[in-house]
């Protein structure tokens, strides 16, 4: 989703250590070489990890990322229209706060 990665790069474009890479068919972008957020056509992921996904799954437009008949732990998709201006930004905070615990890769 082209308007998606837009809105994203956009979102992404003033932090340090991101990095944006193809992957699973879309676009992700890294946090110092780990998995931070993504697109897909109408949503988007975030890696928020176990301890912060219920807190998540609260969310307005959230659900468990579900790619091979199983959730993911640790990994929600947003629906786009919940995500939007400072919803988006609260949303890569919440992922950032994880994944910039994570060891660098």
Known sequence: DLELAVRMRTALQSRAGVVEKKMFGGCCWMLYGNMLCGVEVGRFMFRVGADQEATALSRPGARPMDLTGKPMKGF????????????????????ARYVGGLPAK
């Open 76 to 95: 929600v998709w947003v629906d786009a229209r919940e995500a939007a201006g400072a919803e988006l930004d609260a949303w890569i905070d919440l992922a």
